[in-house]
């Protein structure tokens, strides 16, 4: 579900500190505020617990991973696992998933122009909105 700091964010940075994946910065913004990116929040929420004015909250707008809309959720991809952000394709964008006892595998573009299979819905909603989904490195 990702998620997002709201307003009375007081900079203290606990959130970024806590965020395991990276996914907090501080914006360029005075005086100080954080901001999660949806695709590398991997909703763990290690940011709410220690956020020390409760701001943080679910971003109900961004599937949940492993949860409701996350193809991993389904018993079709038991064992598999997913970057989470932390590493996407070089060329998509996408996350990255492996299989049981597999290489690490971008979806999208091992199926090519068929884009038939299971997809990250977090990347699909990110360019619904017209968000850059690409990034620099792959594994």
């Not at 203290?12 to 913004?29: L, W």
């Not at 049981?100 to 595998?105: E, I, K, L, T």
Request: hydrophobic fraction near 30%; charge should be negative; proline fraction near 7%.
């Amino acid at each position: 579900m990702a998620y997002r700091v709201g307003d009375g964010c007081i900079g203290c940075g606990a959130c970024e500190f806590a965020c395991p994946s990276g996914a907090i910065s501080q914006t360029d913004a005075f005086p100080v505020t954080y901001v999660v990116d949806p695709l590398g929040c991997n909703d763990c929420a290690d940011c709410v617990v220690v956020c020390p004015v409760d701001v943080l909250a679910p971003d109900p707008g961004w599937a949940v991973c492993r949860g409701r809309g996350c193809p991993l959720s389904s018993s079709r991809y038991a064992g598999w696992e997913c970057s989470e952000g932390e590493d996407r394709c070089g060329t998509c964008g996408s996350m990255l998933w492996r299989p049981p006892g597999g290489a690490w595998v971008c979806s999208r573009c091992r199926l090519g122009e068929e884009r038939r299979g299971a997809s990250c819905p977090k990347v699909r909603h990110a360019e619904q909105l017209g968000l850059t989904v690409a990034c620099e490195g792959a594994r």
